[in-house]
Every structure is written in structure tokens, then in C-alpha cells.
């Protein structure tokens, strides 16, 4: 009988152990899967994107000329306004950073609230950016409200947003492949933006001042003061005025459904980023680990110079081509050509830096725009040269679009190796990133917008005197390309190359596959303890 229960339990045993095994065997192909997506997924998680880059876009090319020549603001008021409205962006990021990373838990995730609730009051607040308000005073106040308070409530999206891409999956090639598909939608969000504040607003000539020589000269002769009728007063200030409202209206309904289609198609999955520890440090603590981690800063200081040259070009390439170039009613295709360039890009850069290493890609992709940026300024104006100019620069901005949250990913990777037990950081790194770069960007729109002042600029001006031109080459050539250079010699201080990208890969999926055996073990064990 004793005899007979061993062999039994032997047998019990032995069935109970193949058992175990083939459910291993069963749940392995599972966990591998687990961090795969879907193309469905990806692409309503690159939608997402496209709100922050449409607005974004249309109050970069267009807010600034909006400003001096439409609502008809002093160029120190509007200079005002740009850095106020761009340095208090750059403070809300930390800020939302911080609240996010205490936010807890809900079964809508910890960062798509943030994302819902921010969306309707951002739309209102955008649109009454493009309003001009019947008051004769106070108008630069009206502005600078409602700028800012856009501005805060776009953080409270793009934020989430951004760190988002570290909650889509564990695997560092879906989420390269999420952010090559991020990007490529963002792009092409700047391209509609373009597309529709530049061609609504096209169609509409403004009304401009002529300059007094040349109204002296116009008085001598009725026939010349018939053209200036003519050419000049076409357009009516109203009628301008009406096109930047239709389109922040179209605008606004785009921002609300990509974030409908973000919340529907997109979860967010805790259990991507978490290793070890469910309990995140302190805010400040984990601040002070994000800012002493020596690849993120060297990361944030390339990026932030070389960003910083292509939104000197994007905030004063309106005016260069209306006054120094002279292409009034030429210069929203022109912007619509470097951005349609920089989208058709897209795929080729992400080909490019999985073929030959995202620092390569960084060195060749953002430089290539240098020598294009000094053609546009020595060369006279025609506008066949500028539109080649152009495409060539859109295949720069392409880079500089992709770069930045394609590396990103893998500093954050990197910091969780040398700091396992500190969780829920992710906002941080992608939150400060934003910060350097707008708060540095408002102050060079601050500066340049004051320059022109100093330079002499005339609102509504038909032409600009020499100084000013003189002032816009300066700001769209010769400045970029200095901070290019100079972002990209600190770039030789980036350590994270390929070889050490594939050995934090390989570290990462170690430490997830013993958590994942661990926790399998301790539900075996569980499940062995309940039959016997």
C-alpha cells in the first residue's frame, strides 16, 4: 500500500511537472508578444501628435505677423508677448511634470486624463488667440492671456503625450517604430497647419502702408496713385481678420478629433515601464537623479541649440519672405514646401539612423540644412532658387523632428539600469527637455522680435528699410547656423552609441524576463500548494 501511494505520488508529480511546463511553454509566447503593437495602435497613437504641431506651426510661422501686422501691435508689445507667452510655456512643463508623476493610478491610465480633460478648454483658448478684440485698450493684455493660457492647457496635453511613449510597450524597437510613426504624423501636422492657416489666410491680401517717399512720389501723378490704389487697398483689414479666425476654428476641430481618436485607440500599460518597484521617489529626488545623469543633460544641450536655430528660422521666415525677399503672396506655399519636404523625409531619416546609428543621423541629417541656410541669404531673390532651398531645408527639419524623441527613449532606458529601484520618472525627462528648448526659443523670439524694433520695422508696412532686411537675413542664416554648429560639436559629448544602446537592450530584457520568471515561479509555487 505504501508502495502503491509513492508510485502515485510519483505520478501525480511527474503530471504535475509537465503541466507546469507546458503552461511555461504556453505563457512564454504571450510574454514575447506582450510589448508588440499593432499598426492600428501606432497610428492612433501618432495622431495624438498631430494637435500640438498644428497649433504649434500656425502660432510659430504666423503669430508673430499676426501680431504686427494684423491685430497692428507695437513690435515691443509683440516682443513682449512672444517671450512672456513662450517662457511661462516652458514653465508650465516642469510643472505638469510634477502633478503627473503624483497623479495616481485610474482605470483610464495615469496620463490620458490629463489628455481629455485639457482638450476643450485648449480649443476655446486658441481660437481667441486669433480674435482681435473691439477694445482700444488693453489688447496686448488680451493676448498675453490667452497665449499663455493656451499655451498652459497645450502642456497638459503634450506632456502626458509625450511620456506616453514609454506606457505603449517595453520593447525599445515598437517604441522606436511608435516614434518613427509619431513623427511622421507630426509632420504632417505641421504641413495641415501650414496648409490651412497659409492657404485661408493667403487668399486674403492685407492692406498695407506704403512708404511716405513713395507717397510723394504717387502724388505727382494720379495714374501712379490709381496703382497704388489698386495693388494696395484691395484687401480689407476685416476680411484678414475673419481668414485667421476660419482657420483657427478648422484648426480647433482637428485638435479635439485627434484627441478623441488618442484616448479610443491607445491604452496606456503600466506594467511596461515598472522593473522592480511599484513605489516612485520624491518629485524633487527624482529630479535631482534625472539631472545628474551625465547622457541626458549632454542629450539636452545638443538639442537644445540645434532646435533653438530651426525656431529662429520658423518665427522670422514669415517676414523674410514677405519684406526681403518680397514674396507677400508667396510665402505660405514656400513654408508649405519645406514641410511637405520634411514629411515625405520621415521614413528615409528612420531607415537611416536603424542602418547606421542615430548619432550618424544627427551629424548628417541636421547639418545638411547649413549650406542651404547660407544660399537663402546671399542669393537675390528669385523665387524658383527659393523653392529648391526650401525642399533641401525640409529634408534637414525632417531630422531635427525625429531625433530628439527617438533618443530619448534610450537615455530614460539607460537611467533605469543605473537606477532600478527608482520608478515614475519618465515625465520628468521628457518635461524638462521642454523646457530648456522653449524657454531658450522664447527668449531668441523675444530678442529677435526687439531687433527689429531696433532696426526700424514699420507695422503694415509695404517694405521694410535696409536695416530691417539686413536683420531677417541675420535671423534666418547666419544664427541658425551658428547654434547648428555649435549643438552639434556638443554632440561628440553624447555617450550612448549603438554598441551601448544593444547592450541596454539586452540588460533590460534580462531584468524583465527574471521579474517575469519570479513572478511565474511565485504563482506556480501558489498553484502547487493549492492542488497539494
Known amino acids: ?93 516642469p510643472l505638469v511634470g510634477f502633478f503627473i508623476s503624483k ?90 497647419g501650414t496648409a490651412i492657416q497659409g492657404q485661408i489666410v493667403g487668399k486674403v491680401d492685407t492692406p498695407c502702408i506704403l512708404d511716405p517717399l513713395l507717397l510723394s512720389m504717387a502724388n505727382s501723378s494720379s495714374v501712379v496713385m490709381e496703382e497704388v490704389n489698386v495693388t494696395h487697398e484691395t484687401g480689407s483689414l476685416t476680411d484678414t481678420r475673419n481668414a485667421y479666425m476660419i482657420a483657427a476654428g478648422i484648426i480647433g476641430g482637428i485638435y479635439i478629433l485627434c484627441a478623441i481618436v488618442l484616448s479610443v485607440g491607445v491604452r496606456e500599460k503600466r506594467a511596461s515601464i515598472e522593473l522592480q518597484s511599484d513605489e516612485p521617489v520624491s518629485f524633487f529626488q527624482g529630479l535631482k537623479l534625472v539631472m545628474n545623469h551625465g547622457p541626458y543633460i549632454k ?99 525632417a531630422a531635427a523632428f525625429l531625433l530628439p524623441w527617438s533618443m530619448l527613449p534610450d537615455v530614460i532606458d539607460d537611467f533605469k539600469l543605473q537606477h532600478p529601484d527608482s520608478a515614475g520618472h519618465e515625465a520628468i525627462f521628457f518635461s524638462f527637455y521642454v523646457f530648456f528648448t522653449k524657454f531658450a526659443s522664447g527668449v531668441s523670439l523675444g530678442i529677435s522680435t526687439l531687433s527689429l524694433d531696433f532696426a526700424g520695422y514699420k507695422t503694415r508696412g509695404c517694405s521694410q528699410p535696409e536695416r530691417v532686411n539686413l536683420t531677417l537675413k541675420l535671423l534666418v542664416s547666419a544664427a541658425p547656423v551658428a547654434l547648428i554648429i555649435l549643438g552639434l560639436l556638443l554632440f561628440k559629448l553624447y555617450p550612448i552609441d549603438e554598441e551601448r544602446r544593444r547592450k541596454n537592450k539586452k540588460a533590460l530584457q534580462d531584468l524583465r524576463e527574471e521579474e517575469s520568471s519570479n513572478s511565474s515561479s511565485e504563482s506556480d509555487s501558489t498553484e502547487l500548494a493549492s492542488i497539494v
Not at 37 to 61: V, W
Not at 64 to 90: E, H, K, M, N
Not at 351 to 374: D, E, H, N, Q
Open 1 to 93: 500500500m505504501a508502495k502503491g501511494e509513492g508510485a502515485e505520488s510519483v505520478s501525480s508529480a511527474g503530471l504535475l511537472q509537465q503541466s507546469i511546463l507546458k503552461q511555461e511553454e504556453l505563457m512564454r509566447p504571450k510574454r514575447e508578444s506582450k510589448g508588440k503593437l499593432s499598426i492600428c495602435s501606432k497610428l492612433c497613437y501618432a495622431i495624438g501628435g498631430a494637435p500640438y504641431q498644428i497649433t504649434g506651426c500656425a502660432l510659430g510661422f504666423f503669430l508673430q505677423i499676426y501680431l504686427l501686422d494684423v491685430a497692428q501691435l507695437d513690435p515691443f508689445y509683440a516682443s513682449i508677448i512672444l517671450f512672456v507667452g513662450r517662457a511661462w510655456d516652458a514653465v508650465t512643463d
Open 299 to 397: 542629450l539636452i544641450a545638443g538639442f537644445l541649440f540645434t532646435s533653438l536655430a530651426f525656431m529662429l528660422l520658423e518665427g522670422n521666415f514669415a517676414l523674410f519672405c514677405t519684406y526681403t525677399l518680397g514674396f507677400r503672396n508667396e510665402f505660405q506655399n514656400i513654408l508649405l514646401a519645406i514641410m511637405l519636404s520634411a514629411t515625405l523625409t520621415i521614413p528615409f531619416w528612420q531607415w537611416f539612423l536603424t542602418r547606421f546609428g542615430k548619432k550618424t543621423a544627427v551629424y548628417i541629417g541636421i547639418s545638411s540644412a547649413t549650406p542651404f541656410l547660407i544660399l537663402v541669404a546671399l542669393m537675390k531673390s528669385n523665387l524658383a532658387v527659393t523653392y529648391i532651398v526650401a525642399v533641401a531645408a525640409g529634408i534637414s527639419v
Open 103 to 192: 497623479t495616481s493610478w485610474s482605470r483610464f491610465g495615469r496620463l490620458m486624463p490629463w489628455i481629455m480633460f485639457s482638450t476643450p478648454f485648449a480649443v476655446i483658448s486658441y481660437f481667441l488667440i486669433w480674435f482681435v478684440p473691439d477694445i482700444s485698450r488693453g489688447q496686448m493684455m488680451w493676448y498675453l492671456f490667452f497665449y499663455c493660457i493656451f499655451q498652459t492647457l497645450v502642456t497638459c496635453f503634450h506632456v502626458p503625450y509625450s511620456a506616453l511613449t514609454m506606457f505603449i510597450s517595453s520593447e525599445q524597437s515598437e517604441r522606436d517604430s511608435a516614434t518613427a510613426y509619431r513623427m511622421t504624423v507630426e509632420v504632417l501636422g505641421t504641413v495641415l
